[in-house]
């Protein structure tokens, strides 16, 4: 690992003034950061440790229910940023209003990890591809080394993206959290030089064509911080689930996560259908066509499996003509669908 | 049917033949004595000792997996802490170990590290450094470009492999097994392949070396401190007996810690031209590319049978790969050879030689790639008879061993079945494929069975017995959670008639008393066998002692006298007797010390070094009467999601013949240990190889999936043996290889009749039971 | 929560920290780290990027815990940061300034008597009775993962235990038994 300056401000005002400098990095759990940089595909200069700012600045290790805002008959939860995945997981308020979080949390990582990880930092994760962790082995790496070539193209990593990866770059974005949160339209609260903006959870990852490279994940500009969360109450997402599939019983990443909500009416009509994926694709991805289809009809076997294969179809309005074979990770066009139609299932009572 | 067959070979009891006996004498379940100072983080493993003046050392591997190599260290010399770069250009020539057969290596010069890529990941170059954190970044500023272009060949499975050669002395014949199969009522063929798999022991591989003139200390989790030493001393042309291995504790060794690998000796070379202590320790990505783990292999297999489900013969053709540099075979013919009663058999193998380091053992050797081809295609055949698969198994159940014609020392194989089946209630089964269903779960269950042979080396060992009335067993033998140190005080406090706990124990240096590899199952039998002899030696003295000396209490006592509980009395004496401490302290002698060894009558010293330091000596010798072997059955229950190719291990019985077991309640551990590691070979383990590159791109225990608790159901481990004096002087047979044998097949198996998917790559991930069709 | 400019930043960044502001330079090298292990003060002579499990065994000499992997992917380095559990491996030693550290060492109760040997935590003694390891070189690990897992109340089912202790990998395969030896803990403790 390269050495690096480490500061630990006290204020957030303080944390984003270093962490604009070049080549700092925030650190907040560490168990992103000091993993990458001692895998060599991180190189910070000035580390930024943030992980006790909470004592300064409450909000930003605080869940809260914000009064008066949601629209459906609930109230916004508001997770600091700097709460562990351990404490929100276990947070009996977010657990009632949204189980997927919650569930995606509790079937991420492991039970020492979580007790380190942060929601922002969660998020922020970046890809498992071992390409992109390896540079000494494999030097071409956009993510890494911008028009330096994709390693992991024509590889044999079935962690890969299956959908929306593009020629120069195919990792797939790993993280559980961000699936649940996309599908239930969170914001990020986003507080830079240029002030404080929100951003919707789905907006804040950048795909390679979306950045114009692959080396950049997010549209957060140098200095910016996630300070927190907010989770609208729905009811679909009081009524969801995360259903995350992998080799492994536990501590591994997902081969495919899914998260899904539903509110059903008196007549079991789907009034609101929520689905957001993970594993699959360089960002989570919201399958909009998918929970269309599925309103206003009751939830039936055929259509959850319709909504299935819609989640996993090409975009029309995507450019798939860069769209690199999907390789190793063909099969997710198979299995994604079935994860799709399985947790609706669950959530209908049929499965 | 079959259950009433197998009615008689249901043992009386479960659990060990010797359940009952007081814990602190063999047989007897005596809690770990090595347990307070491992739970405790006292235990100091090898890598933790710390010398004064400690540098560290990083190694540089191979970017590219063949082609000459241009390595330039200036910017790595230039970095801060850095005290020492070591490139194949300024290293200097040493000489070559001898294998471990004791053959000389190659004549001239010998170095570890040499300018061209033989595999990627190849240790090529190292920095040493003040600090760990100065090593590392500084090893990642060694600058190594490869040749464009080289050719190379990645892995026995891709499709580009070389065909490899044929080797011809391990082909096993009998019969005719060509003609058998043209006129065999039933033929089912079928090609099985397991891939390149790691031992991931937790603790990772490297050393402290520290040179005291022309002497040589080093500070090494070693399975085989002996074997590692003698490699060590040829190398640097020095005598044997100046090379020290301290290794009280591994960290799991599974076959990984036994050689002497050549990285080893930059650390070495490193320490003597600084003259200061060398630290290496592997990163856990090193450790995939440093040493070998499992080689891949593939088994075509024929077998005929009659229209009863008589085998009529087998055919094996099997291949393996190995490295440019060394033959290692990973043959699953042995495997194939001796489960079952055949009368026309042959195994052929062939070596692939592929830019890989070269493999290693990997627990259970050949006979757990081996018995997943063989029980798989028994379980193929069972199926296209629509016989139950134990039916099949006990209809061609081998009486004597198929290949030698030998009896059998012992084998409770049928034993193992009937208590097995009736555990896992295996008689409930429903022959077909599909039958059991839970929700949107397939249920199925599988079995298969599995072998390990008995061998076994000459040893030696000390006995002490100091005036405080406690004993000591010192032995060269080693220690990495089989028991040793726990077995061999029970050894010792039974021969002599001690509490277990007035017997301490030294292990693994090599000034001890010397002892063979700690592989192949044999060190539990032989270092005991040593140990008794020892011990009881030393008992005849103490009681010489006692019935002789003019001061003791017990002078004339009788012929001999009882100890137990640390006391001496008289036969049928029945008083208090007099403690051992107060001998010597009646007598003023000064304690007693015993050396005794298992070597044969009249054994040289240049015997004495190669049955340490060699596996000459090894085996129980072709003029043996029987042939010997541990014998397993598995009975495993999986839970299969179709819709997403999840299997979930639910159940696993395994009933185990391993002769008498020292310490029933460490042996189960092994053996359930030696499953689970069967699990992962079956779901989850697996170097996934860029054959574009050369290496496993999972070099990692985040995607190389070893099983988490989360994986492992409840085991239940069935002991069915009983002591075989045959296979070895106190009875037991192989107990630390033979649980993981069968697992993967049992598993396969229970997959297939969850779901009529037969796969027969491993390991059974996901994807695969998502394409496969049903009953192809 | 690092957000990744493009194209990589080149120049260093020590040049103009606030003063107000503590700045562990790369530069300077080692500084002297005040950790809180096991209820002792120890200052350690650090680089900022030197983690808590190297600072431990190579710094303090506390070798309990151990390395096996660097990367939070096998759980052998868990220790305790203020009562939680947490990889030593992932932790810088200057992020654990100011915190308690618990490790293996720690566990047991020293008796009043200091030549007497320590007394056991009821999972350390749980762990000898299940026979719940082997090598025992993720042992301490397990050890610590159980503690936590114990009083995080996990332990309503065996298949609760197996899934918050699945952090910790274990070679030897010693699983089913430190199911027990947590469940029997878990028993004793409540």
Same mark, same amino acid.
């Given at each position: 690992?390269?050495?690096?300056?480490?500061?630990?401000?006290?204020?957030?005002?303080?944390?984003?003034?270093?962490?604009?400098?070049?080549?700092?990095?925030?650190?907040?759990?560490?168990?992103?950061?000091?993993?990458?940089?001692?895998?060599?595909?991180?190189?910070?200069?000035?580390?930024?440790?943030?992980?006790?700012?909470?004592?300064?600045?409450?909000?930003?290790?605080?869940?809260?229910?914000?009064?008066?805002?949601?629209?459906?008959?609930?109230?916004?939860?508001?997770?600091?940023?700097?709460?562990?995945?351990?404490?929100?997981?276990?947070?009996?308020?977010?657990?009632?209003?949204?189980?997927?979080?919650?569930?995606?949390?509790?079937?991420?990582?492991?039970?020492?990890?979580?007790?380190?990880?942060?929601?922002?930092?969660?998020?922020?994760?970046?890809?498992?591809?071992?390409?992109?962790?390896?540079?000494?082995?494999?030097?071409?790496?956009?993510?890494?080394?911008?028009?330096?070539?994709?390693?992991?193209?024509?590889?044999?990593?079935?962690?890969?993206?299956?959908?929306?990866?593009?020629?120069?770059?195919?990792?797939?974005?790993?993280?559980?959290?961000?699936?649940?949160?996309?599908?239930?339209?969170?914001?990020?609260?986003?507080?830079?030089?240029?002030?404080?903006?929100?951003?919707?959870?789905?907006?804040?990852?950048?795909?390679?064509?979306?950045?114009?490279?692959?080396?950049?994940?997010?549209?957060?500009?140098?200095?910016?911080?996630?300070?927190?969360?907010?989770?609208?109450?729905?009811?679909a997402?009081?009524r969801s689930t995360?259903l995350?599939?992998?080799?492994?019983?536990?501590?591994?990443?997902?081969?495919?996560?899914v998260?899904a909500g539903l509110d059903l009416g008196p007549d079991g009509t789907v009034r609101d259908a929520r689905i957001?994926?993970?594993?699959?694709?360089?960002?989570?991805?919201?399958a909009?066509a998918a929970e269309a289809a599925l309103l206003g009809a009751p939830l039936t076997e055929e259509a959850a499996a319709r909504a299935g294969r819609l989640a996993f179809?090409?975009?029309?309005?995507?450019?798939?003509?860069?769209?690199?074979?999907?390789?190793?990770?063909?099969?997710?066009?198979?299995?994604?669908p079935r994860v799709v139609a399985r947790a609706l299932l669950t959530l209908g009572g049929l499965a | 049917?079959?259950?009433?067959?197998?009615?008689?070979?249901?043992?009386?009891?479960?659990?060990?033949?010797?359940?009952?006996?007081?814990?602190?004498?063999?047989?007897?379940?005596?809690?770990?004595?090595?347990?307070?100072?491992?739970?405790?983080?006292?235990?100091?493993?090898?890598?933790?000792?710390?010398?004064?003046?400690?540098?560290?050392?990083?190694?540089?591997?191979? =970017? &590219? +997996? /063949?082609?000459?190599?241009?390595?330039?260290? *200036? $910017? #790595?010399? %230039? !970095?801060?802490? @850095?005290?020492?770069?070591?490139?194949?250009?300024?290293?200097?020539?040493?000489?070559?170990?001898?294998?471990?057969?004791?053959?000389?290596?190659?004549?001239?010069?010998?170095?570890?590290?040499?300018?061209?890529?033989?595999?990627?990941?190849? =240790? &090529? +170059? /190292?920095?040493?450094?003040?600090?760990?954190? *100065? $090593? #590392?970044? %500084? !090893?990642?500023? @060694?600058?190594?470009?490869?040749?464009?272009?080289?050719?190379?060949?990645?892995?026995?499975?891709?499709?580009?492999?070389?065909?490899?050669?044929?080797?011809?002395?391990?082909?096993?014949?009998?019969?005719?097994?060509?003609?058998?199969?043209?006129?065999?009522?039933?033929?089912?063929?079928?090609?099985?392949?397991?891939?390149?798999?790691?031992?991931?022991?937790?603790?990772?591989?490297?050393?402290?070396?520290?040179?005291?003139?022309?002497?040589?200390?080093?500070?090494?989790?070693?399975?085989?401190?002996?074997?590692?030493?003698?490699?060590?001393?040829?190398?640097?042309?020095?005598?044997?007996?100046?090379?020290?291995?301290?290794?009280?504790?591994?960290?799991?060794?599974?076959?990984?810690?036994?050689?002497?690998?050549?990285?080893?000796?930059?650390?070495?070379?490193?320490?003597?031209?600084?003259?200061?202590?060398?630290?290496?320790?592997?990163?856990?990505?090193?450790?995939?590319?440093?040493?070998?783990?499992?080689?891949?292999?593939?088994?075509?297999?024929?077998?005929?049978?009659?229209?009863?489900?008589?085998?009529?013969?087998?055919?094996?053709?099997?291949?393996?790969?190995?490295?440019?540099?060394?033959?290692?075979?990973?043959?699953?013919?042995?495997?194939?050879?001796?489960?079952?009663?055949?009368?026309?058999?042959?195994?052929?193998?062939?070596?692939?030689?592929?830019?890989?380091?070269?493999?290693?053992?990997?627990?259970?050797?050949?006979?757990?790639?081996?018995?997943?081809?063989?029980?798989?295609?028994?379980?193929?055949?069972?199926?296209?008879?629509?016989?139950?698969?134990?039916?099949?198994?006990?209809?061609?159940?081998?009486?004597?061993?198929?290949?030698?014609?030998?009896?059998?020392?012992?084998?409770?194989?049928?034993?193992?079945?009937?208590?097995?089946?009736?555990?896992?209630?295996?008689?409930?089964?429903?022959?077909?494929?599909?039958?059991?269903?839970?929700g949107r779960?397939?249920?199925?269950?599988?079995?298969?069975?599995?072998?390990?042979?008995?061998?076994?080396?000459?040893?030696?060992?000390?006995?002490?017995?100091?005036?405080?009335?406690?004993?000591?067993?010192?032995?060269?033998?080693?220690?990495?959670?089989?028991?040793?140190?726990?077995?061999?005080?029970?050894?010792?406090?039974?021969?002599?008639?001690?509490?277990?706990?007035?017997?301490?124990?030294?292990?693994?240096?090599?000034?001890?008393?010397?002892?063979?590899?700690?592989?192949?199952?044999?060190?539990?039998?032989?270092?005991?066998?040593?140990?008794?002899?020892?011990?009881?030696?030393?008992?005849?003295?103490?009681?010489?002692?006692?019935?002789?000396?003019?001061?003791?209490?017990?002078?004339?006592?009788?012929?001999?006298?009882?100890?137990?509980?640390?006391?001496?009395?008289?036969?049928?004496?029945?008083?208090?007797?007099?403690?051992?401490?107060?001998?010597?302290?009646?007598?003023?002698?000064?304690?007693?010390?015993?050396?005794?060894?298992?070597?044969?009558?009249?054994?040289?010293?240049?015997?004495?070094?190669?049955?340490?330091?060699?596996?000459?000596?090894?085996?129980?010798?072709?003029?043996?009467?029987?042939?010997?072997?541990?014998?397993?059955?598995?009975?495993?229950?999986?839970?299969?999601?179709?819709d997403?190719?999840?299997?979930?291990?639910?159940?696993?019985?395994?009933?185990?013949?391993?002769?008498?077991?020292?310490?029933?309640?460490?042996?189960?551990?092994?053996?359930?240990?030696?499953?689970?590691?069967?699990?992962?070979?079956?779901?989850?383990?697996?170097?996934?190889?860029?054959?574009?590159?050369?290496?496993?791109?999972?070099?990692?225990?985040?995607?190389?999936?070893?099983?988490?608790?989360?994986?492992?159901?409840?085991?239940?481990?069935?002991?069915?043996?009983?002591?075989?004096?045959?296979?070895?002087?106190?009875?037991?047979?192989?107990?630390?290889?033979?649980?993981?044998?069968?697992?993967?097949?049992?598993?396969?198996?229970?997959?297939?009749?969850?779901?009529?998917?037969?796969?027969?790559?491993?390991?059974?991930?996901?994807?695969?039971?998502?394409?496969?069709?049903?009953?192809? | 929560?690092?957000?990744?400019?493009?194209?990589?930043?080149?120049?260093?960044?020590?040049?103009?920290?606030?003063?107000?502001?503590?700045?562990?330079?790369?530069?300077?090298?080692?500084?002297?780290?005040?950790?809180?292990?096991?209820?002792?003060?120890?200052?350690?002579?650090?680089?900022?990027?030197?983690?808590?499990?190297?600072?431990?065994?190579?710094?303090?000499?506390?070798?309990?815990?151990?390395?096996?992997?660097?990367?939070?992917?096998?759980?052998?380095?868990?220790?305790?940061?203020?009562?939680?559990?947490?990889?030593?491996?992932?932790?810088?030693?200057?992020?654990?300034?100011?915190?308690?550290?618990?490790?293996?060492?720690?566990?047991?109760?020293?008796?009043?008597?200091?030549?007497?040997?320590?007394?056991?935590?009821?999972?350390?003694?749980?762990?000898?009775?299940?026979?719940?390891?082997?090598?025992?070189?993720?042992?301490?690990?397990?050890?610590?993962?159980?503690?936590?897992?114990?009083?995080?109340?996990?332990?309503?089912?065996?298949?609760?235990?197996?899934?918050?202790?699945?952090?910790?990998?274990?070679?030897?395969?010693?699983?089913?038994?430190?199911?027990?030896?947590?469940?029997?803990?878990?028993?004793?403790?409540?």
């Amino acid at each position: 690992m390269k050495n690096f300056d480490y500061i630990r401000p006290e204020t957030a005002a303080e944390a984003r003034d270093a962490a604009a400098r070049p080549g700092a990095r925030l650190l907040a759990g560490g168990t992103t950061l000091v993993d990458l940089a001692r895998a060599g595909a991180e190189t910070p200069d000035l580390v930024v440790d943030i992980s006790r700012l909470a004592a300064a600045e409450p909000r930003l290790g605080a869940i809260e229910a914000l009064e008066g805002e949601g629209g459906s008959g609930g109230e916004t939860l508001r997770l600091g940023a700097l709460v562990t995945m351990a404490r929100a997981e276990a947070d009996p308020t977010l657990r009632l209003a949204a189980p997927a979080v919650a569930q995606s949390l509790a079937l991420a990582a492991s039970p020492q990890i979580r007790n380190m990880a942060t929601l922002g930092g969660n998020l922020l994760q970046r890809t498992r591809c071992p390409y992109f962790r390896d540079p000494a082995a494999f030097p071409s790496c956009n993510k890494r080394a911008p028009g330096s070539g994709c390693s992991a193209l024509g590889g044999p990593w079935k962690g890969r993206a299956a959908l929306g990866a593009t020629a120069s770059c195919v990792a797939a974005y790993p993280g559980d959290l961000a699936a649940a949160l996309v599908a239930f339209d969170a914001v990020v609260e986003i507080a830079g030089p240029e002030g404080v903006r929100d951003l919707p959870v789905a907006g804040l990852f950048l795909t390679p064509l979306d950045a114009g490279s692959a080396a950049r994940d997010t549209g957060l500009a140098p200095g910016e911080m996630i300070e927190g969360i907010r989770l609208p109450a729905s009811a679909a997402a009081a009524r969801s689930t995360y259903l995350k599939i992998r080799d492994r019983a536990s501590y591994e990443f997902a081969t495919v996560g899914v998260a899904a909500g539903l509110d059903l009416g008196p007549d079991g009509t789907v009034r609101d259908a929520r689905i957001a994926l993970t594993g699959v694709a360089p960002v989570p991805l919201r399958a909009r066509a998918a929970e269309a289809a599925l309103l206003g009809a009751p939830l039936t076997e055929e259509a959850a499996a319709r909504a299935g294969r819609l989640a996993f179809a090409p975009d029309p309005a995507g450019p798939d003509s860069d769209a690199p074979d999907p390789g190793a990770a063909r099969f997710k066009l198979t299995l994604g669908p079935r994860v799709v139609a399985r947790a609706l299932l669950t959530l209908g009572g049929l499965a | 049917m079959t259950a009433e067959i197998l009615a008689p070979f249901l043992p009386r009891k479960h659990g060990s033949a010797d359940d009952g006996l007081p814990e602190g004498v063999l047989g007897g379940r005596l809690a770990r004595i090595d347990g307070p100072a491992k739970v405790t983080g006292a235990a100091a493993f090898s890598l933790e000792h710390r010398p004064e003046g400690l540098v560290y050392m990083a190694l540089v591997r191979a =970017p &590219v +997996a /063949a082609g000459a190599l241009t390595v330039d260290a *200036e $910017a #790595a010399r %230039a !970095a801060p802490g @850095v005290v020492a770069t070591l490139t194949p250009e300024t290293f200097p020539a040493l000489a070559s170990a001898s294998d471990w057969t004791g053959a000389p290596g190659p004549e001239g010069p010998w170095r570890p590290i040499g300018p061209e890529a033989r595999w990627m990941g190849q =240790p &090529v +170059a /190292a920095v040493v450094a003040e600090t760990w954190e *100065e $090593a #590392a970044e %500084a !090893a990642a500023l @060694v600058r190594i470009s490869g040749e464009d272009g080289a050719a190379f060949a990645s892995d026995l499975h891709a499709p580009d492999a070389p065909e490899g050669f044929a080797m011809e002395p391990a082909d096993i014949v009998w019969g005719d097994a060509e003609a058998a199969l043209a006129g065999a009522e039933t033929v089912i063929e079928a090609t099985y392949r397991t891939p390149r798999e790691h031992h991931v022991a937790i603790e990772p591989h490297g050393m402290i070396a520290q040179w005291d003139g022309d002497r040589l200390t080093i500070h090494e989790p070693s399975q085989w401190v002996d074997g590692m030493a003698r490699a060590h001393a040829e190398r640097f042309g020095i005598p044997f007996e100046n090379v020290r291995i301290v290794s009280p504790y591994i960290g799991g060794g599974f076959g990984s810690k036994a050689m002497a690998y050549a990285w080893s000796a930059l650390a070495i070379q490193a320490a003597r031209d600084l003259g200061r202590p060398v630290k290496l320790a592997l990163t856990r990505a090193q450790t995939f590319t440093a040493l070998g783990g499992r080689a891949a292999t593939r088994s075509t297999l024929r077998i005929g049978a009659d229209a009863e489900g008589k085998l009529v013969g087998i055919d094996l053709n099997s291949a393996s790969e190995t490295s440019l540099d060394a033959i290692w075979p990973e043959n699953p013919g042995p495997p194939a050879s001796e489960m079952y009663a055949v009368p026309n058999f042959r195994a052929r193998h062939r070596l692939v030689q592929v830019n890989s380091v070269t493999p290693g053992a990997l627990r259970a050797p050949g006979e757990s790639p081996g018995a997943f081809g063989l029980e798989c295609a028994m379980d193929e055949l069972a199926w296209a008879l629509r016989m139950d698969p134990l039916s099949l198994r006990l209809k061609n159940y081998a009486e004597t061993d198929p290949r030698s014609g030998k009896p059998w020392s012992t084998r409770r194989l049928r034993e193992a079945f009937a208590a097995g089946a009736e555990r896992f209630g295996w008689w409930d089964r429903p022959l077909a494929p599909r039958s059991m269903r839970e929700g949107r779960e397939l249920i199925g269950w599988g079995m298969a069975s599995g072998a390990f042979p008995v061998i076994n080396t000459p040893a030696e060992a000390r006995v002490r017995i100091g005036t405080d009335g406690r004993a000591e067993v010192l032995s060269g033998g080693t220690e990495m959670g089989q028991g040793t140190y726990t077995i061999l005080a029970q050894t010792a406090a039974e021969a002599i008639g001690l509490p277990a706990g007035a017997v301490s124990v030294r292990l693994g240096d090599s000034e001890l008393p010397g002892a063979p590899v700690s592989g192949g199952s044999q060190l539990a039998n032989l270092m005991t066998g040593a140990v008794m002899k020892a011990a009881r030696a030393a008992r005849d003295e103490l009681v010489a002692l006692a019935l002789t000396h003019p001061a003791s209490p017990l002078r004339d006592a009788g012929n001999d006298l009882e100890i137990s509980g640390g006391r001496l009395r008289a036969p049928r004496d029945g008083g208090e007797g007099v403690s051992i401490a107060d001998l010597f302290a009646a007598t003023g002698a000064p304690g007693i010390d015993v050396m005794r060894d298992t070597l044969p009558e009249g054994s040289t010293a240049q015997d004495r070094f190669e049955t340490f330091t060699t596996v000459t000596r090894m085996g129980r010798g072709a003029n043996s009467p029987t042939a010997s072997m541990s014998w397993i059955a598995h009975f495993a229950e999986v839970r299969v999601d179709e819709d997403f190719g999840t299997v979930r291990l639910s159940r696993l019985v395994s009933a185990v013949d391993a002769g008498r077991l020292y310490n029933p309640r460490l042996a189960e551990s092994q053996v359930k240990g030696g499953a689970i590691m069967g699990i992962g070979m079956a779901l989850l383990e697996e170097g996934v190889i860029d054959r574009r590159f050369g290496r496993a791109i999972n070099d990692n225990l985040g995607d190389y999936l070893a099983p988490t608790q989360a994986d492992v159901p409840g085991i239940e481990v069935i002991d069915v043996g009983v002591p075989d004096y045959d296979a070895s002087a106190l009875g037991g047979k192989a107990v630390g290889e033979i649980g993981i044998v069968g697992v993967a097949p049992a598993i396969a198996n229970a997959v297939f009749h969850a779901t009529g998917k037969r796969i027969r790559d491993l390991p059974i991930t996901l994807e695969k039971v998502l394409e496969t069709p049903a009953f192809a | 929560m690092s957000p990744h400019p493009s194209p990589n930043p080149t120049s260093p960044a020590s040049a103009s920290a606030p003063a107000t502001i503590p700045i562990l330079r790369a530069g300077a090298t080692r500084r002297p780290v005040r950790l809180t292990i096991n209820g002792t003060e120890r200052t350690l002579l650090l680089e900022p990027r030197a983690s808590l499990l190297d600072a431990l065994r190579e710094g303090a000499g506390l070798t309990g815990t151990k390395k096996g992997c660097d990367h939070g992917q096998c759980g052998a380095c868990t220790v305790h940061l203020d009562g939680q559990r947490a990889l030593a491996c992932l932790t810088l030693a200057v992020q654990a300034e100011g915190r308690e550290i618990t490790t293996i060492e720690g566990l047991a109760e020293t008796a009043a008597d200091p030549e007497a040997d320590p007394v056991l935590h009821a999972v350390q003694r749980a762990f000898i009775d299940r026979d719940a390891f082997q090598c025992g070189y993720c042992t301490p690990g397990q050890i610590m993962s159980a503690v936590a897992c114990i009083r995080e109340g996990r332990t309503g089912s065996d298949d609760e235990i197996r899934e918050a202790m699945s952090g910790n990998l274990c070679r030897c395969g010693a699983y089913p038994h430190i199911v027990a030896a947590v469940r029997q803990a878990a028993e004793e403790l409540a």
